[in-house]
């Protein structure tokens, strides 16, 4: 999946999201369609998005099972 695929996939998940869903990013408090905006509009937000989602991924693949 190219960025531009999970990008995408993000947002449509983003969009059934409730209005009391948060995200917090460092001082600010973004609700989904807030979100939403960030990532259109913030290159930088929306590369670190990304290498979060592809971080987070690569610990549930390799996490050990007890």
């Known amino acids: 999946m190219n960025e531009k695929e999970l990008i995408q996939a993000l947002k449509e998940k983003l969009k059934e ?17 807030a979100m939403i905006e960030k990532i259109d509009q ?14 987070l991924s690569m610990d549930l693949i390799l996490r050990e099972k007890p």
């Open 17 to 33: 999201k409730d209005e009391g869903w948060k995200f917090i990013y460092g001082r600010e408090v973004l609700t989904a369609k």
């Open 42 to 55: 913030d290159k930088k937000f929306r590369k670190t998005i990304v290498q979060m989602i592809q971080a």
